[in-house]
């Protein structure tokens, strides 16, 4: 992987740049949708390809684990062949899936026992066996496992999470560097800085994370509960202290106002369900502020849905018809909302790019920021 900034914004410390796998070109700054299961849900890879222009997708390790496993997978040729795509994928390490299983996973410094969500058997990841399965499913950039803390979570917890994230770092480095690419194309590994939203400990594993000298580097446990303005905070704090000539991954963020803001603060990548999850359930982004569809205000408003849009639902479809769809439990409304809000989120990382090599981000940062919050 190799990565090349080609334009610094002025007024900010948002930046254009390049990354280059082995199954193509990322422009950044990127979003990434999530294929949680090898699948973006309820879009079909043409979509994703030809009206979305997505330029990489995110799969998700625990998930893939479970369901088909490693053995289809590996028999297949990997995810790419499997799921049938041919430009870069990213896979989370499951330490985020991990988390939320709260009531069913103990944590030691080997690992993190877990019961499965779908049949309740128990499995075991560590360091070690999640670089292996990650090899398996072979996305061209990987995660390393790593704690996600809990918002609110006590001093004395975020600090010891943090320190064993940074061992079993170590751990991963040394399993990624013993082990090699199963398909032909290279991998790469991002470490990922946590510390909660202490100041200290943020700046401690930022040190440790550029110590160890990779490719590119990841920024978690943000977004997680915590008010915005402290995820900005610590997301400065860390970006200060990260290489500037790797890319900089904030993992599960956010709103498109997140997105903005934290380009501004010099992040390159993002992913997150939220166009998908809300798309699902009736929320749509777009130019002029988001829209409920489900409100019943839309039920005779024959109006593009997004006049702006530049998804083919965007225009050929009404948010009149759209809202029909919704209230009849329509599947196709599922699939409207969903292709809308990421063409919606990946338009918006093209425009910051123009802005970026245009020399005026930091102005149109703040006149769009306005409008995507605003409840229509």
């Given amino acids: 992987m190799v990565f090349g900034i080609t334009h610094r914004d002025k007024h900010s410390k948002a930046r254009a ?30 979509e994703l390809e030809d009206d979305i222009k997505t330029q990489i997708i995110l799969g998700n390790t625990y998930h893939l684990y479970l369901r088909p496993g490693m053995e289809i997978i590996e028999k297949a040729g990997g995810l790419h062949q499997f799921i049938n795509w041919q430009k870069p994928m990213l896979t989370d390490s499951g330490g985020y899936q991990v988390y939320s299983l709260a009531d069913q996973r103990k944590l030691t410094e080997e690992g993190a026992k877990f019961q499965s969500h779908i049949d309740g058997s128990r499995h075991f990841f560590t360091p070690e066996n999640i670089m292996d399965i990650q090899r398996t499913i072979g996305a061209d950039i990987i995660m390393a496992f790593d704690e996600c803390t809990p918002y609110p979570c006590e001093y004395d917890y975020a600090k010891k999470s943090m320190e064993m994230t940074h061992r079993w770092l170590k751990r991963c480095i040394n399993r990624f560097n013993e082990t ?3 398909y032909g194309h290279e991998q790469t ?16 594993s930022a040190e440790f994370v550029a110590a160890q000298d990779c490719k590119g580097n990841a920024i978690g446990g943000l977004s997680v509960g915590e008010p915005a303005e402290e995820m900005y905070e610590m997301c400065e704090l860390v970006c200060d202290i990260l290489p500037e000539d790797k890319p900089r991954y904030l993992m599960g963020v956010g709103t498109p106002a997140n997105l903005l803001e934290n380009i501004a603060l010099g992040v390159d990548m ?7 999850r809300n798309g699902r359930n009736g929320m749509l982004f777009t130019s002029e502020g988001i829209i409920n569809i489900r409100n019943k205000k839309w039920e005779a408003d024959f109006s593009p849905i997004d006049p702006d849009g530049t998804s083919f639902a965007d225009t050929k479809f009404s ?3 759209l809202r029909h769809l919704f209230v009849s439990n329509e599947v196709l409304g599922l699939q409207i909302a969903s292709i809308h809000n990421l063409a919606f989120y990946l338009e918006l990382m093209r425009q910051a790019r123009e802005h970026v090599i245009a020399g005026d981000f930091a102005e149109w940062k703040e006149i769009t920021v306005k409008k995507v919050e605003n409840r229509l």
């Fill in 270 to 276: 993002f992913d997150c369900v939220m166009p998908t």
């Fill in 17 to 46: 740049g390049t990354i280059s796998t082995d199954h193509g070109v990322i422009e950044t700054p990127i979003f990434m949708p999530v294929g949680t299961a090898g699948t973006v849900k309820a879009v079909h890879h043409h």
């Fill in 180 to 182: 090699e690419p199963k």
């Fill in 319 to 321: 948010k009149s018809y």
């Fill in 189 to 204: 590994l991002f470490p990922i800085v946590q510390g909660s939203v202490y100041g200290d400990l943020r700046k401690q």
